[in-house]
Nanobody, 125 residues
């Protein structure tokens, strides 16, 4: 059974940093494209960042230069280092893996069908 478990969320002040982790089991992690999404109350789901199995990386414009995604295949874990956090980064952050049923997010369907339970990130001003 596919399982994604996020950790590392919390509350910080603006300008602070957090690192999210997501450990995956039940999937061929090495061959899986991975992503981080977020959703704030009243807002649409948003793709924050992705990292492909070949190491290709992308970021939402809103987080470029502040967030860094990485993966450790030996640990089946993907990370999201978040620096210079802003109040608008406040959301529930979800780790996701490609495969499974297409999921609706941000106005379209995404290939990341396996999702974790989410971890709350709260940034105060």
């Amino acid at each position: 059974e596919e399982r994604l478990v996020e950790s590392g969320g919390g509350s910080v002040q603006a300008g602070g940093s957090l690192t999210l982790s997501c450990t995956v089991s039940g999937l061929s992690f090495d061959d899986s494209d991975m992503a981080w999404f977020r959703q704030a109350p009243g807002n649409e789901c948003e793709l924050v960042s992705y990292i492909d199995d070949d190491g290709s990386i992308g970021y939402a414009n809103s987080v470029k230069g502040r967030f860094t995604i990485s993966r450790d295949n030996a640990k089946s874990t993907v990370y999201l280092q978040m620096n210079s956090l802003k109040p608008e980064d406040t959301a529930v952050y979800f780790c996701a893996a490609e495969g499974g049923v297409l999921r609706y997010c941000g106005g379209g369907y995404v290939k990341f069908g396996y999702w974790g339970q989410g971890t709350q990130v709260t940034v105060s001003s």
